[in-house]
Nanobody, 122 residues
Framework: VQLVESGGGSVQAGGSLRLSCAAS????????MGWFRQAPGKEREGVAY????????YYASSVKGRFTISRGNADNTLYLQMNSLKPDDSAMYYC?????????????????WGQGTQVTVS
């Protein structure tokens, strides 16, 4: 399993970024995929996750209404559209996969992780 994130960067508050996670090495259509973030000195927290079979997404309350998780249909890619960004959103963002149809918004339940992409909001 390989996960490669991209799309991070620096943006001003109120701006937008779109993160991508290119996935390979597993059956994409029947897994849980999620985005997590970790700021310096803080625990890793779940941002959003999706069951790739249905495409239905779930969100942390802190990002609901601002972030949208989605999956590519033609390619094995996971996206996170982030709008109305706030300084508190600054963190390293990680893509992760759980090889199951039952999804939990808990980092310890995800088996494979990407290397992360940095998001900085000023």
């Amino acid at each position: 399993v390989q996960l490669v994130e991209s799309g991070g960067g620096s943006v001003q508050a109120g701006g937008s970024l779109r993160l991508s996670c290119a996935a390979s090495g597993f059956i994409y259509g029947g897994s849980c995929m999620g985005w997590f973030r970790q700021a310096p000195g803080k625990e890793r927290e779940g941002v959003a996750y999706i069951y790739t079979g249905s495409g239905k997404g779930y969100y942390a309350s802190s990002v609901k209404g601002r972030f949208t998780i989605s999956r590519g249909n033609a390619d094995n890619t996971l996206y996170l559209q982030m709008n109305s960004l706030k300084p508190d959103d600054s963190a390293m963002y990680y893509c992760a996969v759980r090889l199951s149809s039952v999804c939990y918004n808990r980092a310890e339940t995800f088996e494979y992780w990407g290397q992360g992409t940095q998001v900085t909001v000023s």
